[in-house]
């Protein structure tokens, strides 16, 4: 992640560090901005074991919104 301190000692975050690795899962998307959206899939011979939002997005404050993504094997 990066990060910039401005003069009132605030920290402000431009950027997430790396996303969650999710088990049985390939990602999409490169962009670690605040704001950027990355969505996860499962790989071939798994399947999701329920409907959930598989997108996942850098936040203002660095860090990622999370995602109850289960990839199962078939």
Known sequence: WKQITNMS???????CGPPPTLPHTSL?????RIGSRLKYSCIQGY???SSVDT????????SW???????QGR
């Not at 999409?28 to 670690?32: A, D, K, R, S």
């Not at 997108?55 to 660095?62: F, M, N, S, Y």
């Open 65 to 71: 919104t999370s995602t109850a993504l289960v990839c």
């Open 47 to 49: 399947e999701m074991t």
């Open 28 to 32: 999409v998307g490169n962009q670690f």
């Open 9 to 15: 000692s605030s920290t402000i975050f431009t950027a």
């Open 55 to 62: 997108q996942v997005e850098c936040t203002e404050d660095g």
